[in-house]
Each structure stands twice: as C-alpha cells, then as structure tokens.
C-alpha cells in the first residue's frame, strides 16, 4: 500500500510537472534596440517598442519606417511574430531588396517606364524593375531614416522631408506617418502629405504576413476573401491594361473565402505572368470612408488578420519572390510563398491611366490615407 502511494504521488509529480510545461505560452522575444542603433547619412537610427493594453507588441526602425516585428496571440494565448524581417540593421542593408515591413513612396507599385506626365512637362523616373520604376525607385522611403518621435507607450510618428525631385519627382512633400498599435489590436497605420509643387502620391506599407508566425512554412493553406469583384490585369511587365476585369469565375476570385493555395497554380494567363498572386484588386468602397479591404484566417492557430483601408485598392502578393535565399529572425530561410503582402494603395499605373482615381495632390492639398490591420481569433 505504501509503495503504492508513493508510485501514484510520483506518477502525479512526473505529470503534473510535464503539463505544467505544456501549458507554458510563448510570450514576445523582443529584439534589443542596440541591435538597431546606428549612425546613416548623419542620422540616428534605432528601434522603437508599442505595446498595447492586452500585449500586443510590435517593433519598428526609422530605418524605412519598417516594422520589424509584430507579436500577437494565437487561440492558445501563445504569441507569434506575424511579420518577415531581421534581427539587425545590418541585415536590412545587406540582403537583397525585398522591402519587408517598410513604407513605400513616393509611389508605391510600378509606373510604367518611370514616365508620367502633369500640365504637359514629362517626369522621369528610375527605371528599377526591368524597363519599369517600382515602389519610389533606386532609393524609395523603405531605405531612407524617418525623423522618429515616439508619443505614447502606442504611437509612433515618423517624419521625412521628400526633397524636389529625389528619384525624379516634381516638388518638396512633406510626410508624416503614424503608426499605432490600439486597444483593439489593430496595426493602424496614417499616412499624411503636403507639396510645394503639384506631384504624384501613393504611400504604403509592405509587411510580409504569416499568421503561423514568420519562418513557420507556407501561407497556401491560409483562408483569403478579399473584397473585390473587380482586378487590374497585367501586361508581361506587371503594368495594368487598363481594364477593371471581373473575377468571377477566374482563380483570382477571393470574394468568397478560399485557401489562398486553392487555384495559384492554375494555368492562367495572369497567374502565369504574375508567378502566382500580384496583382491590384479593385476595393468595394464605403462611401463613409473606411472600408474592408480583405480577411485572412489561419486555421491552426485561429488567428484572423482584417485589414481595412481608405483606399480604393490593394496589392495581393503571394510571396512568388522569396526562394529561401535570405534568411530570417528565427534563422530560418524564407522559402517560397511563406509569406503574403497586402498592399493599400491607388492603383498601380495610376499617373498613366486617366480612368483611374487620381494620385495628383496640389500644393495647398493634404494627402491622407489610413489602413489597420486588426488582429483577432476565430470564435
Ligand atoms: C510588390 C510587387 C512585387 C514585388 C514585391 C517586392 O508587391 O508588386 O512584384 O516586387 O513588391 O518583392
């Protein structure tokens, strides 16, 4: 009887202590600020830490404005980091361009040729990606040091004086961006702009999501709606034809939910050129202003990201350029489609296509656009 208690009270102490370590949660692993601070072209950079109320914790560089890391619960209460990224400043200057995390201007998405026109004078820009400019040029604002001054344990404001014709484009704009991580567990970025001469603006942010946490393999199995009937297809470059084509009954149809990996392998011309998703979809807008630009729910960890925006589109990329060349945060290589980008923009091309809204702003006018990405759980 004795060897019998003594059995079942050290069974009980052997599991006990092993469910004890079972239900231990993943809590943030911040990255030190040092790993950030630095002197670039005469300005200090460094790494900035929001937390909200409920734990939510999300880093950001004035490096690019880029948003490093971005912790939030999965349904367990373990934390993940949602966002692709580095652990140092040198990582982000030394491996190739892929702008993760970062804001983009002064026109995010491509221009065709780098040409565009206002009032008849003709603009040039640089040529990046093949015989097009893409998201701001040789050095858009994901490689230049914002003025940082973070306000509150929940917002940090960014500014960056764009001088005239930096990569080619017309006037002084002056830029104020905002990034607050709320209550609500929303990533809220806030984009504000004013000019001394009448130029083009489309600002954006380009994190890389995987709602398994970064490094954690594919986003094929994620569960997309994006909500849009309509995309802007592309030529052989990526530059829109011009047309707002319906998606119904086409692989690029989101607008009821679906694994994002259900049809990107179909043989479609515009999957064929994109390599997979990379293409502007055309937003169902609310009059009111803010309107639901997509859904993406991860089915193991419950995780739901919503992201909502004042602008009429959004660049759904799939990851189709990362081949596990760069290696991330958890050592881990970035393979192919491990990650997705939705990008809140106008539409790309906007300065060549009349037909689309407009990305002129005039001097005396004030840019401003807003995008949250809200992160909740499946009920
Ligand atoms: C955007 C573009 C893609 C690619 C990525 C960055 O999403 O549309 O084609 O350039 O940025 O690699």
Redesign the pocket.
């Known amino acids: 009887m004795r060897y019998l208690i003594i059995l079942v009270s050290s069974l009980c102490l052997f599991s006990c202590k092993n469910e004890k370590k079972s239900i231990s949660k993943m809590t943030p692993k911040l990255i030190a600020a040092a790993n950030f601070d630095t002197i670039i072209e005469g300005k200090k950079v460094t790494l900035y830490t929001l937390k909200n109320k409920s734990g939510a914790q999300t880093q950001i560089t004035n490096y690019g404005g880029t948003v490093v890391s971005l912790w939030v619960q999965d349904k367990e209460g373990n934390y993940g980091d949602m966002v692709l990224g580095h652990n140092t400043i040198a990582e982000y200057l030394n491996n190739p361009?892929?702008?993760f995390g970062s804001l983009i201007g002064r026109y995010g998405?491509?221009i065709a040729k780098g040409k565009f026109s206002i009032n008849n004078i003709e603009y040039s820009l640089a040529t990046n990606?093949n015989e097009n400019h893409?998201?701001g040029g040789t050095k858009g604002y994901d490689a230049v040091v914002w003025d940082a001054k973070q306000m509150d344990a929940q917002t940090l404001e960014l500014k960056y004086l764009s001088p005239d014709l930096e990569e080619g484009y017309p006037g002084n704009l002056s830029i104020t961006v905002q990034y607050q991580l709320t209550d609500a567990n929303e990533l809220k970025v806030e984009y504000w702009a004013t000019t001394d001469k009448t130029t083009i603006v489309n600002l954006t942010h380009?994190s890389y999501f995987n709602l398994k946490g970064e490094g954690n393999g594919t986003i094929n199995d994620h569960l997309v709606h994006i909500n849009a009937s309509r995309f802007t297809p592309v030529d052989a470059s990526?530059i829109p034809t011009g047309v707002l084509a319906l998606v119904k009954d086409t692989p690029m149809d989101f607008t009821t939910t679906k694994p994002l990996g259900k049809d990107i392998n179909a043989d479609y011309e515009q999957l064929n050129i994109?390599l997979g998703y990379?293409h502007n979809y055309v937003l169902e807008q609310n009059p009111t202003g803010i309107h639901l630009a997509a859904r993406v729910t991860e089915p193991t960890t419950g995780r739901i990201m919503e992201l909502y925006t004042s602008e009429p589109g959004v660049?759904f990329?799939s990851g189709?350029?990362l081949d596990g060349d760069v290696t991330g945060k958890s050592n881990k290589p970035y393979e192919y489609r491990s990650a997705f980008?939705l990008?809140t923009q106008h539409y790309?091309d906007s300065p060549n296509k009349p037909q689309f809204p407009t990305v002129v702003l005039h001097p005396k006018e004030e840019y401003h656009s807003v995008t949250l990405y809200k992160f909740s759980i499946v009920k």
């Open positions: 361009k892929t702008y998405n491509r990606n893409l998201h380009h990526l994109g990379d660049q990329y189709n350029f980008c990008e790309p």
